[in-house]
């Protein structure tokens, strides 16, 4: 890596983001290409994701282990959809990223989200989210609040070898 492709300060914020997630940095030759294919960008959480993309067999592989197949659980698509709008009009004005989602619906997705989490702890499968690759990081970050064991991953994290099984879909009853 050259120096003006990343500055340090960024690099260790993306090393930083993927070390908060529980995602491992020691195959750092697959972080240092996927950020050297983006190197015109500076926006570190850009960068995390696009290196989460590059490790995606190994972030799985650390939930899942060598199963086949994946349980996830899914938002319902009306709930995605106006997330992955919330999150459009907030990037668009500007707002803080952790104020995508009005707090009533923000009640109700955690009370949703918890409820699903602990029935799969019950059955002993992890707890996985797939949602939309915007949507991710955040909602990440909201979750991690409550549920700090539950996977976030984004449908382009998803390696081609794994199955998907939906063992739930998270909606919020209105």
Known sequence: MTPNTVSINILRKILQNLLREN?????????????????????????????????????????IGNESELPV????PNLEQLL???????????????????????????????????????????????VAAPLRLMLAKFIHLFIPDMSVLAFTEVPDNKQLTIEASIGVEN
């Open 73 to 76: 659980m899914t938002l319902e």
């Open 23 to 63: 995602v491992s940095i020691r195959d750092f030759r697959s972080i240092a290409e996927a950020i050297t294919g983006f190197g015109q960008h500076q926006d570190a959480d850009l960068l995390s994701s696009v290196c989460r993309q590059a490790l995606s067999r190994q972030i799985v592989q650390g939930i």
């Open 84 to 130: 992955l709008n919330s999150v459009q009009q907030a990037q668009k004005s500007g707002a803080n990223e952790n104020a995508f989602i009005e707090p009533t619906m923000a009640e109700r997705l955690q009370k949703s989200l918890m409820e699903t989490a602990s029935q799969l702890e019950i059955q002993g499968k992890p707890m996985i989210l797939l």
